[in-house]
């Protein structure tokens, strides 16, 4: 990836581009919502993997496969609700369907008495992720200047996180205060699952010149695949093998239990990774906006693989802590420059289109890390599987430093000549 190919990111920038007031409120808005409904699903997840493995007897390679589908079915699903919003160029109204999915699967989790239970919950949480997810953030271009799209994608990003951490953070809580009763706390969880629906039918306006453009084409047809540009299909390939490196999070919950750390307080693992993913993404995303997108992603990946080396050599739960931090840097300097590459990449009437395909191939690459990561752990240990989490985001470092380097010097030699 030839890095002065990438999107121009290195002019000046104005007040209004450098202050987040001078973002759209729709951004914030849409902040809001994954805020709240992050709150709801984070709840639910900081101790879903706890409530599956001791409540329901499911093995890790269960917990894997489950959450491995679950989030690979979010990937698909993006990538029609993406065309479809292309289509009609209506983002909003699938946005809603997608997180009004997502809400009435709470009180799913409560009443759960088996396996199959579960997985019909997440299978549907992640169905209505899906369908939301890639109209939601085409929305977010339409809404934002060019110029301002690292900074918009990282505002939500980060707002999206203060929920990632609110909801291990009312789960520890309500633990205690409940007396480790996990089903009362999952019911609360309900709650702003609901607001975050009606906050986005209330205060999101689609943008007005959406309904005036024609859409009517077939945004998944080969003719509009090559409309995508080779730098486009590039970050497709990059975000993948990112993800690979990455397995779900779920396996930061379990090693936290594995090394001693009591049920009540295992959410908080959750907490320390997605404070520093929310604290970092912004002002991530105001990099990715000024400065070098590989570099970014070099930091990115070098934070992964101390975070891997940590929970794998950890022998206690403070290091434990330390490498979900880790998680949480590396989550904030790539997750919204990645949106950002797309949206910058992609036609204006295919960014739809654009975040499914990237979400199909990142979910099915997910699909793969977490359920390798679920066998390695089932028989090898859990030291296993952050070892190999370190050693794919390892050959992906050395991979993207290679292709640097092998862009600058033939930027060299061609201003030389």
Request: overall charge positive.
């Amino acid at each position: 990836m030839k890095d002065k190919k990438l999107p121009a990111c290195d002019h000046a920038k104005s007040p209004a581009q450098k202050n987040y007031r001078g973002l759209p409120s729709g951004i914030w808005i849409l902040g809001f919502v994954s805020l709240l409904m992050d709150t709801s699903s984070e709840l639910v997840h900081s101790l879903l993997p706890i409530f599956m493995v001791s409540a329901l007897g499911a093995s890790m390679t269960t917990v894997g496969l489950v959450e491995g589908i679950a989030e690979a079915t979010a990937a698909i699903t993006k990538i029609f609700s993406g065309a479809i919003s292309d289509y009609f160029r209506k983002r909003k109204l699938l946005a809603i369907v997608g997180y009004g999915l997502a809400a009435i699967t709470k009180p799913i989790f409560p009443l759960a008495n088996s396996i199959g239970c579960i997985f019909a919950a997440r299978f549907i949480d992640r169905f209505g992720k899906g369908i939301r997810g890639a109209p939601r953030d085409a929305l977010v271009a339409d809404i934002t200047p060019p110029e301002q799209r690292g900074a918009a994608y990282g505002l939500r990003q980060s707002l999206d996180s203060i929920g990632a951490f609110l909801g291990p953070a009312l789960a520890v809580t309500l633990m205690i205060l409940l007396a480790s009763n996990i089903h009362m706390v999952l019911w609360i969880a309900v709650i702003p699952a609901f607001l975050a629906v009606a906050l986005l039918i209330v205060g999101v306006r689609e943008p007005k010149h959406l309904a005036n453009e024609s859409g009517r084409h077939n945004p998944l047809s080969f003719s509009n695949a090559k409309r995508l540009p080779i730098f486009y299909w590039m970050t497709v390939l990059l975000g993948a093998v990112f993800t690979l490196a990455r397995f779900s999070e779920a396996f930061l919950i379990l090693r936290a239990q594995d090394l001693g750390l009591p049920i009540i307080y295992v959410p908080a693992i959750m907490i320390v990774m997605n404070v520093v993913y929310a604290l970092t993404a912004y002002p991530a995303g105001i990099a990715a906006d000024r400065f070098s997108h590989v570099a970014l992603l070099i930091i990115g990946l070098a934070l992964l693989i101390g975070g891997d080396i940590l929970l794998a050599t950890a022998h206690s739960p403070p290091i434990a802590f330390l490498g979900a931090a880790l998680w949480g840097l590396h989550m904030g300097f790539t997750q919204g420059l990645f949106s950002k590459l797309v949206a910058d990449a992609a036609p204006k009437d295919l960014l739809g289109t654009a975040f499914g395909i990237f979400s199909l191939v990142t979910g099915c690459a997910l699909l793969v890390a977490s359920v390798l990561a679920g066998w390695l752990w089932s028989a090898f240990g859990a030291p296993a599987t952050f070892v190999v989490g370190a050693g794919f985001a390892t050959i992906a470092l050395l991979g993207l430093i290679y292709a640097w380097l092998r862009s600058r010097n033939k930027s060299i030699k061609t201003n030389k000549a």
